[in-house]
């Protein structure tokens, strides 16, 4: 299978602060990411969906502003969750679109907002 | 409105047992359905894919059945063994292929 890693695995940062989560496809080319975030005990909610050298597609609900995607290449995407609030520790896992068929799932970051 | 939702929020088997997971999905037309594997703090496993047109799918131990019309997918694990102690996700690839889960259903496999 695929190989996606991430940057870090986890953080606390102070309440205010941003966060850069990084999120690489090591051994393959992804043109399309998908961002999801899962609270305890939750599932995998999507966040957006990036396309390499445009803006990110977010779903309902998730502010543009404060979750910046960038996905400036076809082994990188960022995710930088700006002034960042207790209400944003979550799970955040990134997901590269290898194929229709295939999708892999990165290892995750562990954000805590303190 | 949409939705998915897994049979029980946690499922208590024997080790030997088959442990066979329900998943139900209403107000989507899902070109195909997905299994996932969850273990604490990591990322999900893709595990096994269904097509629309596919009645069941099987891989080892696993097997996944589709039912369109029940709008319905089961997901059964023979001879279970503690290992497969995880959480399993239900999730639907819709238009733009984007991926939808379910909740899950945490599986715990006793020795």
């Known amino acids: 299978g695929a190989v996606v890693s991430q940057h870090p695995s986890w953080v606390i940062c102070k309440s205010g602060t941003s966060v850069k989560i990084e999120c690489r496809s090591l051994?393959?080319?992804?043109?399309?990411m998908f961002w999801y975030r899962q609270f305890p005990k939750q599932s995998l909610m999507l966040m957006a969906t990036?396309?390499?050298?445009?803006?990110?597609?977010?779903e309902q609900g998730v502010e543009k502003d404060k979750f910046l995607i960038n996905h400036a290449s076809l082994t990188l995407s960022t995710l930088t969750v700006t002034s960042a609030h207790p209400e944003d520790s979550s799970f955040y896992i990134c997901?590269?679109?290898?194929?229709?068929?295939?999708?892999?799932f990165g290892p995750g970051t562990r954000l805590t907002v303190t | 409105s949409q939705k998915i939702e897994q049979n029980s929020e946690a499922l208590n088997i024997q080790e030997g047992k088959t442990a066979t997971l329900t998943c139900n999905y209403t107000?989507?037309?899902?070109?195909?359905l997905q299994w996932y594997r969850q273990d604490p703090g990591r990322g999900p496993v893709f595990l096994l894919l269904?097509?629309?047109?596919?009645k069941e799918k099987r891989k080892e131990r696993l097997k996944v059945t589709f039912d369109t019309t029940l709008k319905q997918s089961l997901f059964h694990i023979t001879a279970s063994q503690p290992a497969d102690s995880a959480t399993y996700l239900c999730?639907?690839?819709?238009?733009?292929?984007?991926?939808?889960f379910g909740a899950g259903t945490r599986l715990f496999v006793k020795a």
């Open positions: 051994d393959f080319q992804a043109t399309t």
């Open positions: 269904i097509r629309e047109n596919e």
């Open positions: 107000n989507y037309s899902p070109a195909y």
């Open positions: 990036s396309n390499e050298g445009s803006k990110a597609t977010y």
């Open positions: 999730a639907l690839r819709t238009g733009g292929f984007k991926t939808i």
């Open positions: 997901s590269p679109l290898l194929s229709e068929d295939e999708q892999y």
